[in-house]
């Protein structure tokens, strides 16, 4: 029945057409529409229409759930035979291995024209699912609850056998968002993603990246270019809970002091956001807020009273008359590397919120050393300041200084000669690969093309029709928006160091 239906569906179109695209009788060599249908594809959970691009010859969708075989029976109409390979392939009765991109030869009274059919097996990004008991849900940042991981590394990294967990949500606006970033806690430490053993791990959400880069971005730069002591690694991955598809996350390290992390000593951040039940303190020179976050401290314990002493007396230093002397100066005390990486990576993306406002990492060592990082949070950056403040357009545009006339310790720095070459140096490194990041950029947001557009079914951050092709177009502008965006930052950034 279902095959007479379609025959008549065909031959009423072709009557209301004439028989052709434009008269005359003829067809043009090309696919009307291309789909797989649950009728003749069991394993799929609903229809999956393609994308069709004729001025390109490409065929092109994702399928909206991840199946063993891609041996599938596509059903198309193009008013012509279709072969593969020089076999006939029988709309919606043939069936065609897409595991890879397959060549379709169209032809119809007008002639031949070939298709490339490309059609992904779910994202192809590496899977995370995460069961609680008794599927319960996570509701606050503050109650663990238990539940298992596992891990398909998908052949970028090791797979991982289902592992005791707590889980937990985070974050502080990015808690209130409808997509939650979430905290792991596994029950021993092991590796994870291809990453250094430990017990904590994030999942962070990207709900306001629309390119889901930004954070991967900087940590790849610190990677590469910084000489941070722990630099980040982090992996886009898919993230299922309770068997229901939460969309694309990026797993990361915890920032937690450990041999594998950071070294030793404390994980303090500048944190104008932190809660009244947190280890705050304020300086007596800046008024910056300091939230130790790393190990656990009560507030006015030895520990904490500590701390706290070593940054405001670091601040008494840096601030004062004598910062420069060599001897007793700020350098004895601050790694000036970690303030200058630091800073470029900020600058560079323009970071709002690393204005010393929140989410400013340093590091007090065991032996009385401050360190700025680890790097984190850019979901903000990169030309993304999203809230309609009347600071916004000035955050956004890539011109201009904002964590050095902003951030005081920043600030003071660039009164040292020796910061400010140093800074030039490290900047030049980076400056020099400018076409490399840049083509790194469109890699990693090629590897996502399926990612983002199942994210999207998710969550509508795009598009809120479900459309393959209109939300790969709403993304693709969105990835050239930022390329532009950071292309335009690396002029300007280089125009205004060399003039320090």
């Not at 939230?291 to 002493?309: G, H, I, M, R, T």
Request: negative net charge.
């Amino acid at each position: 029945m279902k095959r007479l239906l379609l025959s008549v569906m065909m031959l009423l179109l072709l009557a209301g057409c004439g028989g052709s695209d434009g008269g005359g009788g003829e067809q043009e060599p090309k696919f009307k529409t291309f789909e797989f249908l649950t009728a003749d594809n069991p394993q799929l959970a609903k229809n999956v229409q393609l994308y069709i691009d004729s001025s390109a010859a490409t065929v092109s969708g994702v399928l909206t759930v991840e199946v063993s075989s891609m041996v599938l029976v596509p059903t198309f109409w193009l008013g012509g035979p279709a072969t593969v390979d020089g076999q006939e392939v029988v709309s919606g009765e043939s069936a065609v291995d897409f595991s890879e991109p397959v060549t379709f030869e169209v032809t119809t009274e007008e002639g031949v024209k070939r298709y490339t059919v490309d059609v992904k097996n779910f994202s192809e990004l590496p899977v995370v699912r995460i069961t609680t008991n008794n599927n319960a849900p996570i509701v606050d940042k503050e109650n663990w609850i238990v539940g298992t991981m596992q891990i398909d590394g998908k052949g970028r990294f090791a797979d991982m056998p289902s592992t005791s967990i707590e889980i937990r949500g985070r974050g502080n606006s990015t808690w209130d968002y409808p997509k939650k970033p979430y905290a792991i806690k596994l029950s021993s430490k092991r590796e994870v993603a291809g990453m250094p053993e430990h017990k904590r791990w994030v999942l962070l959400a990207h709900w306001n990246d629309k390119v889901h880069l930004r954070t991967e971005l900087a940590f790849w730069l610190g990677r590469e270019y910084a000489d941070l002591d722990w630099k980040q690694g982090g992996e886009q991955v898919e993230l299922f809970l309770n068997g229901e598809h939460k969309g694309s996350y990026f797993l990361c390290e915890h920032i937690k002091v450990d041999k594998n992390r950071i070294p030793d000593g404390y994980a303090i951040e500048v944190d104008a956001k932190a809660g009244s039940d947190e280890p705050v303190f304020y300086t007596t020179i800046t008024n910056l807020p300091f939230n130790v976050k790393d190990p656990d401290v009560e507030v006015a314990s030895a520990e904490f009273d500590a701390v706290k002493q070593a940054i405001n007396d670091f601040e008494s230093v840096l601030f004062g008359d004598d910062f420069l002397d060599e001897e007793s100066g700020y350098k004895s005390i601050a790694d000036i590397g970690s303030f200058v990486d630091w800073w470029i990576s900020n600058e560079f993306s323009k970071n709002k919120d690393a204005s010393f406002y929140t989410s400013c990492y340093l590091n007090l060592t065991a032996e009385g050393k401050i360190k700025m990082g680890p790097l984190w949070d850019y979901d903000l950056g990169w030309g993304n300041y999203v809230f309609n403040f009347d600071i916004t357009p000035y955050i956004n545009s890539p011109e201009g200084f904002w964590i050095k006339d902003e951030a005081a310790w920043i600030e003071r720095m660039f009164e040292d000669p020796e910061f400010v070459a140093l800074a030039k140096e490290k900047w030049g490194r980076i400056y020099a690969d400018r076409a490399v990041i840049v083509a790194k950029v469109r890699e990693m947001a090629e590897r996502q093309r399926a990612s983002i557009y199942l994210n999207d079914l998710r969550w509508q951050r795009l598009s809120n029709v479900g459309d393959y092709s209109l939300i790969s177009r709403y993304y693709d502008a969105e990835v050239d928006k930022f390329v532009e965006w950071i292309d335009r930052r690396f002029a300007w950034m280089n125009s205004a160091i060399e003039a320090l």
